[in-house]
C-alpha cells in the first residue's frame, strides 16, 4: 500500500512494488523466527558449511582408508572445510565489532510483581516521614497529594512502588554503606535509613502484602550497606537480588531494576545488569514523576 497526493490529500492506492516489499518483510520475519536471523545469506552460507564438512570427510577417509592416488580435487576438499571455518570466524569476530546497544522504552509500562531499587538519603523530609510512621499524619487512600509534599529524594522510589502496587509482591533495597572521609568523620549511608523507608511504605501501602529484601537477606558481605562507587560490588548486589527473586518464582521479565536512586555508578551498573536477555530497568522522571521503562539489547547494526 502507498499514498497518491491528490486534489482531495492522500489517497490510497496499491503498487505492485509495494506488494512486493511487504512479502520480503514477510519472508524476514519467518527466517527470524525459524533461523534467529533476517538474513537470505544464511541459507547459502549454511549450505556452504554441510558441503564442505561433506567433502572434508570423504577425502579425509578415502585419504587414510582407501588410500587412491593424491589429486588437486582431494586437496581442495581437504581444504574446504578448514578454510571455511576460518573465514566465518573472521567474520564473526568483524560482526562483533559492529555490536551496538538499543535501547527500546515501553510506552505503556506494566506493572511488575518485583522491584529492586537504589535507596537514596530520606533528605528534608525526615519529620514528614515521622509524622507518617507514628500515624501522627493520617494516609487515605488518595495518596497522590502526600507524594506532592515529599521535596526530596524518598518521592521517587515512593512513585515507583505506588505505580506498580496492583501486582507489586517484593522490594529489595540496595542502601549505600557508611563512608570514612578523609578526615576520619563518617558519612552516614542509606543503610541506617532503610529501616525507615520499610516502615513508611508499610504505612503508606498497608492494603498491599509487601516482601521486603533487605541487604542482610543478599548476603553477608552486604549486612553494612554497599559502597555506590564500587561497580563490581553493585553488580554484585543487583544481580543476587535478581537471583532472590528468582527463587520466589519472579521470572525476569516480571522484575524492574529502578536507576532513578543513588549515584551515576548506580544507574551505570543497574543498567549493566539489565543487559542480560528479557531484563529491564525504569526510571522515574523528576520532571513529571512519570514511569519510563527501557529494554536495552544488542544491535548488530550499529
Known sequence: MKYKQGSNGAEKGMSFIRRNSLQAKKWRAVLLQTLGTDSYVFIPVVLLIVLSMAWFANSTYSLFITAPPTTWRMVVCLV????????????????????????AEDAKPARVRGLII????????????????????????????????????????????LYHIDRLEYVVLIPSADHRKDDGDISPGTIRETQHFIDLVSRMCAEASLGFIEPS???????EGIDFEDCQFLVRAVERGFELLEAKRLRDSQILVDITGGQKVTTFAGAVVCLAEG???????????????????YDPEP
Open 279 to 297: 531484563r529491564k530497568f525504569q526510571y522515574v522522571s523528576t520532571r513529571d514523576f512519570k514511569i519510563r521503562i527501557y529494554d536495552p539489547t
Open 80 to 103: 574446504s572445510f578448514p578454510v571455511t571455518f576460518i573465514i566465518l570466524v573472521l567474520l564473526a569476530r568483524k560482526q562483533l565489532r559492529k555490536q551496538a546497544i538499543s535501547v
Open 118 to 161: 537504589f535507596l537514596s538519603p530520606m533528605g528534608p523530609d525526615k519529620e514528614f516521614v515521622k509524622s507518617i510512621v507514628d500515624g501522627t499524619q493520617q494516609v487515605d487512600e488518595q495518596k497522590s497529594s502526600y507524594l506532592q509534599r515529599f521535596t526530596g529524594s524518598w518521592r521517587m522510589p515512593l512513585e515507583s512502588i
Open 217 to 223: 537477606d543478599l548476603g553477608t558481605e552486604f549486612t
